[in-house]
């Protein structure tokens, strides 16, 4: 009775006419029935906005989007700026072309930038925050072509469009931004190139490089962002294609080199929307939104070498279409959002938050409800500074246009870093909360010299000496670990000999050679050397080796010589 009613009462809405989207066509239609169930008064009302669910868990809905503020929260987690505050979009369905927002940890709104087409449109993905305190997104239409663009924000909202995708470099970018190592960002378009989608690079300057066009049998249209490991390579998925058109895993190298790690078949998942999580064990977790054991969507591991385990099938009632990717937080386990399913109020359920261990023990975390607390979290979490996961729904709560969400389950406050990796002498953020009074920072148990900017922004410089390992900050409130490790990044300054033999020993001298696991002449592994020092390897040239460059990797990432020794 309920669905006839919804098809009589509340026609579909449509806000784009993307023939190219039919899944964005399917979400506009729920989101749409949603409201519609709200004003006639067919989703149930499950009290106040706040539910404890434990003694050590605590939901809290900290805003209601209601259209003139914003609408249909962005699809992918917030992100945490160095003031501390938390940022992200709306698409706008129904309400304009989309914003830009900043919040409070404590709610308080201040929407940045409003689109107006020509800007961009519709931005579905979250923002990347770069180390100089700006912001980089993406919008899915609009621009000087209307098929996306690229922007970069400052904190203060002065928005700058860096580029107008044109369908030949890529059209409708869904997912956001990664910053790499070498400075540049990278992303992925839904279409464009040949029309499957494309992968590409950028200059924070807003010079744009295709990397990659799919075919379809490696996979096509990628409408997640993409991560990049320790290996300095990136990885990521696509929704469709690959050898049973269930969609693909992928590696590629920052020169554009791909290699499909993995293909699904719908039993093992099917359709993997989001992009992949890199766990403390070097492994790649990552969701689907429907296939598996029940076609609900599933929850997977996946080695670097491409060997993957299906760790969970949702079936309904603990969730189901997981279109966000997973966090491991500081507890060392896996939170997500499903889109549907769970116990709410809702046809088919409003959609959960959920934990999942390494092992894949699965915990429905929370249900959600509809008016009360918003229905269909269609991004990722965020875990904050203070411990709290922070997330979006993208429809209902009681404005009906989405919410942001706090879920506390009783994790610590800790400290991350901006950027996660670096050489000797490099500058460094440490962001936090309540950092003021800090007395001590040290780089896996060195001291480093320091600055408390604010209370969550600590200046520093990773010093002489430092190793890969976790950041600990001590304050007045206690000792304060990172989240995650921080990568020394091996440098290498000279060699000698410039040449010689198989046999050869060589002396590299460099900085943050500690802890090295290998080390190449030409690209061929050396069978015998020895770390001497922290600025010291004695190698000996390897058989087969080959004229080229020297490469020397350490836990803190693979470090490349100028110069070429020459095999004789």
């Known amino acids: 009775m309920m669905n006839m009613m919804n098809i009589v009462c509340c026609p579909p809405f449509r806000k784009h006419s993307l023939p190219h989207f039919p899944e964005r066509r399917e979400k506009e239609h729920i989101v749409s029935q949603l409201s519609c169930w709200k004003r006639i008064s067919f989703v149930i009302l499950l009290g106040a906005a706040t539910v404890v669910a434990s003694s050590a868990q605590t939901f809290t809905t900290l805003l209601n989007f209601n259209g003139t503020n914003g609408s249909s929260p962005a699809y992918v987690s917030l992100v945490q700026g160095t003031d501390g505050n938390f940022y992200g979009t709306t698409s706008g369905y129904g309400f304009g072309a989309g914003t830009i927002f900043k919040i409070t940890p404590a709610g308080t709104l201040t929407t940045l930038h409003t689109f107006d087409v020509t800007d961009g449109d519709s931005p579905y993905a ?3 925050l770069a180390t100089s305190g700006n912001f980089y997104g993406t919008t899915i239409s609009g621009g000087v072509n209307s098929v996306g663009t690229i922007f970069k924000i400052t904190p ?3 928005l700058t469009t860096l580029l107008s995708f044109d369908n030949a470099d890529g059209a409708n970018p869904e997912a956001g931004l990664v910053l790499a190592t070498n400075g540049n960002l990278y992303g992925t ?13 950028i200059t924070p300057g807003g010079t744009l490089t295709t990397l990659h066009t799919f075919d379809g049998p490696e996979g096509r249209t990628p409408a997640a962002g993409l991560l990049q490991a320790t290996n300095g390579n990136l990885y990521g998925t696509t929704v469709y294609g690959g050898a049973d058109s269930h969609g693909t895993i992928f590696e590629i190298t920052p020169a554009g080199t791909l290699t499909t790690l993995h293909s699904f078949d719908g039993t093992d998942g099917d359709s993997p929307y989001a992009g992949l999580a890199l766990a403390t064990s070097g492994n790649f977790y990552g969701t689907t939104i429907s296939g598996g054991v029940n076609s609900a969507g599933t929850i997977f591991k996946i080695t670097p070498a491409g060997t993957l385990t299906t760790l969970h ?19 060392g386990n896996f939170y997500g959002t499903t889109y549907g399913g769970g116990s709410g109020g809702c046809s088919g359920g409003c959609g959960t938050v959920f934990k999942i261990t390494a092992a894949g023990t699965l915990t429905t975390l929370h249900s959600f409800g509809g008016s009360t607390d918003g229905a269909l979290p269609y991004g990722g979490l965020l875990q904050g500074t203070d411990g709290s996961l922070y997330g979006t729904t993208d429809a209902e709560g009681a404005g009906g246009s989405g919410t942001v969400f706090r879920l506390s389950v009783g994790l610590s406050p800790f400290v991350k870093t901006l950027p996660t990796f670096g050489k000797v002498a490099a500058a460094v953020k440490i962001l936090g909360t309540n950092l003021t009074g ?9 001291a480093a010299a320091f600055t408390v900017v604010s209370p969550s922004l600590i200046s520093t410089t990773l010093p002489n000496a430092a190793t890969t390992g976790q950041v600990q900050v001590t304050t007045p ?16 300054l000279s060699f000698s000999p410039p040449n010689g033999p198989v046999s050869t020993p060589v002396v590299i001298t460099g900085q943050s050679l500690t802890g090295a696991s290998r080390v190449t ?6 069978t015998s050397f020895n770390v001497d020092s922290y600025t010291q390897i004695t190698a000996t040239v390897p058989a087969g ?8 990797t350490t836990p803190g990432g693979t470090a490349t010589s100028a110069g070429t020794f020459t095999v004789n």
């Open 126 to 128: 979250g923002l990347a």
């Open 477 to 492: 409130g206690g000792t304060l670990l990172s989240n995650l490790a921080f990568r020394v990044t091996p440098v290498i």
């Open 156 to 158: 203060s909202g002065t």
């Open 189 to 201: 378009t839904f279409n464009g190139g040949v029309g499957l989608g494309t992968i590409f690079k």
């Open 313 to 331: 099938s949702f079936d309904g009632t603990d969730g189901n279409s997981p279109y966000a990717g997973l966090v491991q937080a500081t507890d």
């Open 545 to 552: 080796a080959k004229t080229g460059k020297i490469g020397v």
């Open 521 to 526: 002449f030409g690209g061929i592994k050396a």
């Open 438 to 446: 800090a007395t001590s920072v040290s780089f896996n148990g060195t």
